[in-house]
């Protein structure tokens, strides 16, 4: 058993991840190949060091002021009007150089945010298949939402508020020290130091608090997604009420994290102003000692005051600032954790792109499983001649939309190959792979877009003309004319307002636009009535001239007319052969077609 964990290593670990995420921003900030980002940055950085040191000699102007006006020095050649239009004007460039520092860096800041948003959607759709039927899809847009959120915060606040603050605290230390005595300075020193050492304690503890909300906000999020993505089910079976309690659970779960959250800032909000308020009073205890007893002006008062004032919101800021930023290191952190998944299935490196001059497939000794302690596919070997027709059939379980997998690379076979003209998948790059195989699944999902994106989807740049022959191929054209907006009507979220044959449709007339030279039916007109089926039989066997087709059927109907059917049992090919053959032969075939016979006679 591993020890235990303690929470020092816990916190060293967190370290580390934080420096790894800042490790990770830093080429985003600085990137070799753009030297008008670095630019930008120099700039920014030059405006924000003009913008500090005005604004730390803007006191001393509003003291100058106040002793002359109070008439404890002489006048001043420009006078008390002068002098404040001049602290007036001093405050005005703070703020304008400020602003200017903002506008410079927006673009590095949106281009680096834009990048890295790219980078991991890329990266989630290189994923494998694995991977991504594990994964909840609410819980990881969350991540992604939350990460490019932190990284939006981290570069703004910790570019523009840690280190300006620390420049700006440096400064006035200085100028305290020299323009009062070591006492105002060791004063503010100590506040500081207790600022910081108890709002660093308490964000501590406060980021935990937070990852714990953010755990819960994710586990309900996700419940509320994956019940609306089942909406049908969540009806057929009228647990609208079990849903809704179901997600008032998670909810309720958050609202705890939340109020610990929320009461954990007032006490962290109250510990920072009684240890800033406290030092404001001590510092200004001895300003006041100083001006009664003749060393310092009223102005010298003043300009303490306006000192502390000035240091007081930027530390008020600093708890902000700073719990935001571990929040934004922990969220870019997870989505950073996602960037560095490995993709389980990947190019070798110099692959090159698969070159199809027949379409001869050849599924040699496979063996996989999706578990290894439970194999799927034992040593399947499955021949299929260019232009041939082959169909896979046999009872759940038997492994037939495996090989359809296998062959698309949604996995590696373990054992065996699976050849293409000669070429084995895993030797080619995935790309060139997934354009020479087109596919109709059981279940066609469609993009919460029109039909006509939803069929332009199977070739990028396809003409209107190629949407309409294709949409006629798979005949869903008159239909689609029947709709007020024709190829424009809105099909809904995963195609919900299309019926089960109509999405069905759309999808093969997706992959007829892709023409593809090696065609997967994975059981594509299990969702179409009888005479449709038979529409769309004859538009797939035009297809499909010229080309090689795989066929995954579960009604053996559909496949009597195929070139060679091969029939799998338990993860192995128990026959091979015309369908007039295998009806002969009384074996495992004949077996199923005459309970499928019965089965419809009874129907």
Not at 288 to 314: E, H, K, R
Not at 389 to 394: D, K, R, T
Request: hydrophobic share 45%; net charge neutral; no cysteine.
């Amino acid at each position: 058993m591993p020890p235990e964990t303690s929470a020092a290593e816990i916190a060293a670990e967190e370290r580390r991840s934080g420096l790894r995420t800042i490790r990770r921003v830093g080429p985003y900030l600085w990137p070799d190949d753009k030297p008008w980002v670095k630019r930008r940055v120099v700039l920014a950085m030059a405006l924000l060091i003009v913008a500090k040191l005005i604004a730390v000699g803007t006191p001393i102007l509003y003291k100058r002021a106040v002793d002359s006006l109070s008439g404890e020095v002489p006048d001043l050649a420009l006078g008390a009007i002068g002098l404040t239009i001049a602290y007036g004007v001093a405050r005005l460039l703070t703020v304008g150089f400020q602003q200017l520092r903002d506008g410079v860096f927006a673009k590095v800041g949106q281009r680096a945010l834009r990048t890295l948003a790219l980078e991991t959607f890329t990266h989630i759709h290189r994923l494998s298949m694995r991977y991504h039927i594990t994964r909840k899809t609410g819980g990881l847009s969350r991540i992604i939402e939350r990460g490019v959120k932190g990284v939006d915060f981290l570069l703004r606040f910790m570019l523009f508020s840690v280190g300006p603050l620390v420049l700006e605290l440096v400064l006035v230390g200085a100028v305290l020290f020299f323009l009062f005595d070591i006492w105002y300075l060791l004063v503010v020193a100590a506040v500081i130091f207790l600022y910081v050492q108890f709002t660093f304690k308490v964000t501590e503890w406060r980021v935990k608090l937070r990852r714990e909300m953010n755990k819960q906000d994710t586990d309900a999020n996700q419940k509320a997604i994956d019940s609306l993505l089942n909406f049908e089910t969540v009806k057929y079976f009228g647990a609208e009420g079990r849903e809704a309690a179901r997600y008032d659970s998670a909810m309720q779960h958050y609202e705890g994290a939340a109020v610990k959250t929320a009461t954990s800032l007032a006490m962290l909000n109250t510990g920072q102003s009684l240890i800033i308020t406290t030092g404001l009073v001590i510092v200004m205890v001895m300003a006041a000692v100083g001006v009664q007893n003749g060393a310092l002006t009223v102005g010298d008062f003043v300009m303490v005051n306006a000192y502390m004032i000035q240091i007081t919101m930027p530390l008020n800021f600093l708890g902000t600032v700073y719990r935001e930023i571990r929040q934004s290191l922990v969220d870019m952190g997870e989505m950073f954790d996602l960037l560095e998944q490995p993709a389980e299935v990947a190019d070798k490196p110099g692959a090159p792109a698969i070159s199809v001059t027949g379409g001869r497939v050849h599924f040699r000794d496979v063996a996989f499983g999706y578990d290894p302690t439970r194999p799927i596919l034992k040593g399947v070997d499955v021949q299929v001649g260019a232009g041939e027709n082959v169909a896979l059939v046999g009872p759940s379980g038997s492994g037939k939309s495996t090989i359809g997998r296998l062959l698309f690379r949604f996995y590696d076979v373990q054992g065996g190959a699976v050849t293409i003209d000669g070429q084995d998948v895993r030797d080619v790059t995935q790309d060139s792979l997934h354009a020479v195989i087109g596919v109709v699944p059981q279940d066609t999902v469609l993009f919460n877009d029109s039909i006509r994106y939803n069929i332009a989807y199977g070739r990028d740049g396809a003409s209107d003309e190629d949407i309409v022959a294709a949409a006629k191929a798979a005949q869903i054209h008159d239909f689609i004319g029947q709709l007020p907006e024709g190829y424009d009507t809105q099909v809904g979220e995963r195609g919900l307002k299309l019926s089960g044959g109509e999405k069905q449709r759309v999808g093969i007339a997706r992959t007829l636009l892709k023409n593809p030279p090696i065609l997967l039916l994975d059981e594509a007109t299990s969702a179409l009535d009888t005479e449709t089926e038979a529409e769309i039989q004859t538009a797939l066997r035009r297809a499909g001239e010229g080309r090689t087709v795989i066929t995954i059927a579960h009604r053996l109907s559909t496949i009597a007319d195929a070139d060679r059917i091969v029939v799998l049992q338990d993860g192995e090919v128990v026959e091979e052969g015309r369908h007039d053959d295998l009806l002969a032969r009384g074996g495992r075939y004949a077996a199923l077609w005459a309970r499928q016979k019965a089965e419809e006679a009874a129907a």
